[in-house]
Structures are given as C-alpha cells and as structure tokens.
C-alpha cells in the first residue's frame, strides 16, 4: 500500500506554489506595466514633437513667425513670493512641494534629513537626476528617512520657442500638489518619462493633461491642466519661486558661479557629488 510522501524540508507546498507564482506574475505585470506606460508616454512625446514642428512651419507662413497665443505665457509682475495670492495647498512657505512619510505636504520635521530638489521640467540634467535617483528618493520619503522637497521652477523657457513650457510643466506640477497630491510624485516622474527636448515647442496643455491622466490623477484635475487652468492658478506662484531661488546666493554652485538645474540641498547645503550614480545619493542622507 503506498501513502503521499509528506512534503521534504526546504519544499514548499501546493499553495505556496501557486501564491508564489501569483506573486511573480503580479510583480511582473506591474513592470510590463510601468514599462509600457513609460513607451506610451515616450511615444506621445516623439509624435508631438512632429506635429508641433510641422504646425510651427505652418504658423510661421500663416503668420510670418507669429507664435501660439494659447501656449504664450502672461507678463507676470515681479511679486515676491510671500505675497502671492494663489498658492498650492501642498506648497512650503518659502516654496517647495514636501514629501515625507506622511504624504504630500504639511510641516517639514526638522529631525529629519531634508533633501531639496530644484528642477526645470525641460532640463535635460534634471531627466537624467530624476532617472537616477527618482525611485530613492520616494523611498527615502516613504520610509521616513528623508523629508524631499521638491521645487518645480522655470528658467529654462527660453528653449521651447515661446510656448513657455517649464512655467506650464511646473504650474501642473503644482496643480497636481495641490488638487491630487497622492498622484504628485508619479506626475513628476511621469513628466520626465515624457520629456521634450530643448529647442522644441515642448508639449501642449493638452499632452501634459494626458501624463497626468496616465499617472492616476483624476480627468476633473487633468482638464484644469488641459483648458490652462492650471496656469492661470499657479504660474505666478512658479515664477516667484523662480525668481528667489535664482537670486539665492546661498544656491550659487561655487563651480559654477551661478545657480543652474538640478540643484540639490541636504539639510540646507548643496551636494555635488556624482548624482548619475544612484548609491550616492543614499550614502549623503545616511551619512
């Protein structure tokens, strides 16, 4: 008469099994995910580039070299930052958008390492910092060991042909921080993901509407990006921000002699040690 053999030590069972291969198939989909909306959005990026270069020609003839007045950005009045009406929710006093482990926004805890980021949406440096370092950064805010700070500025508008394309990108930034702030820090790593180059219009309300839709952020958010409501809220907020942080002398990279994208501060200080290698960032906050 035979009997089933008991399972041996170490082997796992049937249902250990089939929950282990569940929780393969799981992780696996939600990389093939990520991946594919990291295609889609590259994709969108690379077809509008296109479009807006041959709707560029098109324009100029129409108009002997006139721009898009739906992308042109305000005159915006040199109003200090303390005295802007329309500030995001999420927002810092003096600017920035925190992340820790309670979420998005609220009071900084000093006993926590602080990390600061400033960033330009078309700043090709600032994709690159984001693609090293994006993920830890998160894990560093999620885990409680770091508070980050993020700061969406403009000062690279010069280069998306008068579309004013950092202050757009950096006011659905802010946007985001304040109507859906769970889905902030997957915009901006979206936003990147996406990202135009310089020297190109940049992408349109709508497009940017659409990588937040596809970063979970609600369509009643999303058409507030898309119908320019976005920068009729925050622009000036973005470009305030902008012109204290420029003028921080506490920001001037001393390599440098100016300040320039990405800059980041820990606990008030700038790091410049090799941002493109992901470990190093780490060892500065647990150091």
């Known amino acids: 008469m035979s009997s089933t053999p008991s399972p041996g030590k170490g082997r796992q069972t049937k249902n250990e099994r089939r929950d282990a291969a569940r929780e393969q198939a799981r992780a696996m989909r939600e990389q093939q995910a990520k991946r594919d909306r990291r295609n889609k959005i590259l994709g969108i990026s690379m077809l509008s580039v296109a479009v807006l270069a041959l709707g560029g020609v098109l324009v100029w003839v129409l108009t002997q070299g006139g721009s898009s007045s739906d992308e042109a950005l305000?005159?915006?009045?040199?109003t200090p930052l303390s005295e802007v009406a329309d500030v995001p929710g999420a927002a810092l006093p003096e600017g920035g958008?925190?992340?820790?482990?309670?979420?998005?926004g609220g009071t900084v805890d000093d006993s926590v390492t602080r990390v600061d980021v400033?960033?330009?949406y078309?700043?090709?440096a600032c994709g690159a910092f984001e693609e090293a370092n994006g993920d830890n950064l998160i894990s560093l805010a999620t885990e409680g060991s770091a508070t980050v700070v993020y700061?969406?500025?403009?000062?690279?508008?010069r280069f998306s042909n008068g579309t004013g394309y950092s202050t757009r990108a950096a006011s659905a930034s802010a946007l985001v921080a304040d109507e859906a702030p769970?889905?902030?820090a997957a915009f901006n790593e979206q936003l990147f993901a996406g990202q135009p180059e310089e020297g190109t219009d940049g992408l349109t309300n709508a497009e940017i509407a659409e990588i937040a839709r596809d970063a979970g952020v609600a369509d009643d958010v999303a058409d507030q990006i898309a119908d320019g409501t976005a920068l009729d809220r925050f622009g000036q907020w973005v470009t305030s921000a902008t012109n204290e942080v420029s003028a921080n002398p506490d920001l001037v990279n001393e390599q440098t002699g100016s300040f320039g994208t990405p800059t980041i501060t820990i606990d008030g200080e700038i790091w410049t040690e090799n941002w493109t290698d992901p470990s190093a960032l780490l060892q500065a906050v647990g150091s």
Do not use: K, R, T, W
Request: charged fraction near 15%.
């Open 151 to 157: 700061h969406p500025i403009a000062i690279l508008n």
């Open 122 to 124: 078309m700043c090709p």
């Open 182 to 184: 769970d889905q902030f």
């Open 97 to 104: 958008i925190p992340v820790s482990a309670e979420g998005v």
């Open 74 to 78: 305000p005159d915006y009045p040199d």
């Open 118 to 120: 400033y960033l330009d």
